[in-house]
């Protein structure tokens, strides 16, 4: 079975320093990975995602995440906080394989993290 | 995403009212998915589509139905509204899967669903 689990429901940190959210995920196979930000009264948007290559992921709004296979981890950093970066923050897992019956194609998200940047 | 639209954007029903909620999209995909979101709960599925003659269902699926209309039109309807039907609602497309991989879903703003 496939799934997501985001360990904090909030992160809080002052704008200027670095942030992490964490993710980590279970999944059958090799697993694309994604993240996506919720703004209030707004749908997800796309941030970023790994599909295979370079572990580092650059994305939007200068967000990053590092894919650990060992670890099955796919945190989502940034250097330097703002405070526009206040958002639900949700991370997605979904499996490669041959089989399009199965769970390819399906999207599993985590259950959301909300983050709160402070001035 | 503006590509991605979603009607009404709210609504309030009575419980044992039909509702249908739809969903059109400019961006050419094949795919499409409707989600749930309820607060500590993050997004569940609910059906999904590859294609127009293909439906499927996902996590939550009871209590609801869809139906493919068109390529661009995903509509998801509540036969007899309850009140734990009460979420926000998401439309979701994506692209068929390439050489390239997996394509990240777009999302639509949302429907806000209140169910008394």
């Known amino acids: 079975a496939q799934s997501v689990a985001q360990p904090e429901d909030q992160v809080n940190v002052a704008e200027g320093n670095p942030l992490t959210v964490k993710c980590t995920y279970s999944?059958?196979?090799?697993?694309?990975l994604f993240w996506y930000v919720q703004y209030p009264n707004r749908g997800l948007q796309f941030l970023l995602k790994?599909?295979?290559?370079?572990?580092l992921v650059k994305g939007s709004y200068g967000f990053e995440a590092e894919f650990n296979k060992s670890q099955t981890s796919f945190h989502l950093k940034k250097p330097s906080a703002l405070v526009s970066d206040s958002a639900l923050y949700f991370c997605?897992?979904?499996?490669?394989?041959?089989?399009?019956?199965?769970?390819?194609?399906?999207?599993?998200f985590g259950r959301g993290t909300q983050l709160t940047v402070w001035p | 995403d503006a590509d991605v639209t979603q009607t009404p954007r709210n609504r309030i029903t009575k419980t044992g009212k039909r509702i249908m909620l739809e969903c059109s999209q400019t961006?050419?995909?094949?795919?499409m998915y409707w989600y749930r979101q309820d607060p500590g709960l993050g997004l569940r599925l609910i059906y999904y589509?590859?294609?127009?003659?293909?439906?499927n269902k996902g996590e939550i699926s009871d209590g609801y139905s869809v139906s493919r209309q068109a390529q661009a039109k995903f509509s998801l309807s509540l036969e007899s509204a309850i009140p734990n039907q009460t979420a926000l609602y998401f439309c979701?497309?994506?692209?068929?899967?390439?050489?390239?991989?997996?394509?990240?879903?777009?999302f639509g703003p949302g429907t806000r669903l209140t169910v008394l």
């Open positions: 589509s590859f294609d127009v003659k293909d439906i």
């Open positions: 790994y599909i295979t290559g370079d572990n």
């Open positions: 979701a497309t994506s692209d068929r899967l390439g050489r390239r991989g997996f394509n990240e879903q777009f």
């Open positions: 999944v059958s196979g090799n697993p694309y």
């Open positions: 961006k050419g995909h094949d795919r």
């Open positions: 997605a897992v979904s499996a490669q394989g041959a089989d399009r019956g199965s769970t390819l194609g399906r999207l599993y």
